[in-house]
């Protein structure tokens, strides 16, 4: 019903910088809250950033001045713009978006698949 496919990922030098989008799509009435998170192997997964519909904010101190969360309504669409990226970026990101679809009431958390971010040194 609802399906959320994350893209831009990639290999990038320390420093580079990389923009990561988020598209949700199928049944959706209206989207809440969305998340960007990462893994990296043999870590949990840690939340990066957050934006609620309004536009407000957070981010994990350790990507703060660096990346910036920002959301498209209209697209049902997430970014993540990541600048000054570091080796210990490394890591699977992935977008969570609370959706109400038109089946239900109650807002439900979906998950993309996760796209790979690659940082050498």
């Known amino acids: 019903q609802v399906q959320l496919v994350e893209s831009g990922g990639g290999l990038v030098q320390t420093g580079g910088s990389l923009r990561l989008s988020c598209a949700a799509s199928g049944t959706i009435f209206s989207i809440d809250t969305m998340a960007w998170y990462r893994q990296a192997p043999g870590k949990q997964r840690e939340l990066v950033a957050t934006i609620t519909r309004g536009g407000s904010t957070n981010y994990a101190e350790s990507v703060k001045g660096r990346f910036t969360i920002s959301r498209d309504n209209a697209k049902n669409t997430v970014y993540l713009q990541m600048n000054s990226l570091k080796p210990e970026d490394t890591a699977r990101y992935y977008c969570?978006?609370?959706?109400?679809?038109?089946?239900?009431?109650?807002?439900?958390?979906?998950w993309g698949q996760g796209t790979q971010v690659t940082v050498s040194s």
């Open positions: 969570e978006g609370e959706i109400r679809s038109f089946y239900s009431s109650d807002p439900i958390n979906y």
